[in-house]
């Protein structure tokens, strides 16, 4: 495959109904997306849950960069570039642990508060008539832009850019349709994530999520399993809670179109705004009736009559308000992507609640499941497939109609590809800050 022009324009790349190869392969596009998108925007970091206490901390990689949500003294929430101020040295270490009332770096003992000030070094009269306390040095951690919604933190690298609300505002009732499943209007995270990393291009992955057409295809042959299965029931059993979570992939076309879709500017959307495959599930009667205490009966009825599949955050989470879960992409290199799936419980429901998430996560989303296999092995080819020669597009033309970009919103069926052209936009956006790119030899 010969490298394009280096002269060549995002613009070039990312074209109204097409975009080309050279976003999912080239090292030197992947290196800016570290910068210019993943670096500028909001990204989500964790749950406010898994910091209960202050002095709990949790750490993580963000565009490559390691970083630290502590809850601090006053009960607020810091994000911190994870890097003593000293000589480099992480503070942290563990994924998550407690750090009681300080961070002590482990290479020579400096020691910070909560809040990131630096509160005590050795040896400290070797530091008089010098001017480490008027630079960086003196200032102690390095702290991040941070928000919440809900209790989900959000980060952004940069020093300046969109504030948290502009980026993210226009998703917030998607969140909110999470969390207001939980009959105290609070969820908290159950357990671990799922970890998986995907040898493919995050973008590969981000486009799937969206992807309405692919279900009844790549995974035809899951959906036939559970409805073999099902059929050979004796009459009057109760539909178990894999054949439910299963048999819906195998939804026809006019049902993935009916299901509908929402975009919203900086990348933003919902498929599945009218409803989703997960729409069917069976009652839980003790569910409703704590629901139905907490809201009352109308409300309730709202609050679980709106079942979308997937609510994207752009550029880094998807939600899924039933089962209560959310997917983060984390972007490792051009071809390999870490994707965590969190389960969520709502307080003061019924386990059986986050016994379906926790199912649905183990079917769906474990890499060996019986689903997510399937993905998998399509991702991988499509990365091996975009290098061959010839054709080096990537068509998003499925009722495209130009123009369609002018409005901050819109409405459409499930199956519309504009869904997938809605994130390039953004990605055009952010990555066109200096509008040509350097190629690698």
Known sequence: MSPPDQTQSFDALVQPDRVHRDV??????????????????????????????????????LAGQPVILVRATDESFRVFFNRCAHKGSMIVSERAGHTGRAFRCPYHSWTYRLDGTLLAVPAQGGYDGTQMRACETGRGLTEIASAHYRGFVFARLAASGPAFDAHCGAMF??????????????????????????????????????????????????????????????????????????????????????????????????????????????????????????YGEERTKHILSWVPQNSIVYPSVAFKSAPQTIRVIRPLAVDRTLIEVWAFRPKNAPDALLERTLLYNRIVFSPMSIVAHDDIHVFETIQKGLRTSGNPWVSLHRDYVAGEGDAPSMTTSGTNEILMRNQFRAWRQYMAAENAYAVQA
């Open 173 to 294: 009732h998607a969140i909110d349709a999470l969390v207001d499943r939980s009959p105290s209007g609070e969820v908290e995270v159950a357990g671990l994530p799922l970890r998986n990393i995907v040898p493919c291009n995050w973008k590969v992955y981000l486009e799937n999520i969206n992807d309405a057409m692919h279900a009844n295809v790549t995974h035809e042959s899951a959906s036939m399993a559970a409805e073999r299965v099902w059929s050979q029931a004796p009459a009057g059993v109760k539909k178990p809670m894999g054949i439910e979570i299963l048999m819906p992939f195998g939804s026809d076309n006019d049902f993935l179109a009916r299901m509908g879709g929402q975009v919203y500017a900086n990348g933003h959307s919902i498929f599945g705004s009218n409803m989703s495959i997960h729409s069917c599930y069976s009652s839980l009667p003790d569910y409703e009736t704590a629901m139905e205490k907490a």
């Open 24 to 61: 999912y392969l080239s090292e030197s596009i992947f290196a800016q997306e570290q910068e210019r998108l993943f670096g500028k925007a909001w990204l989500y970091v964790g749950h406010l849950s898994q910091v209960p206490r202050p002095g709990d901390y949790m750490t993580l990689d």
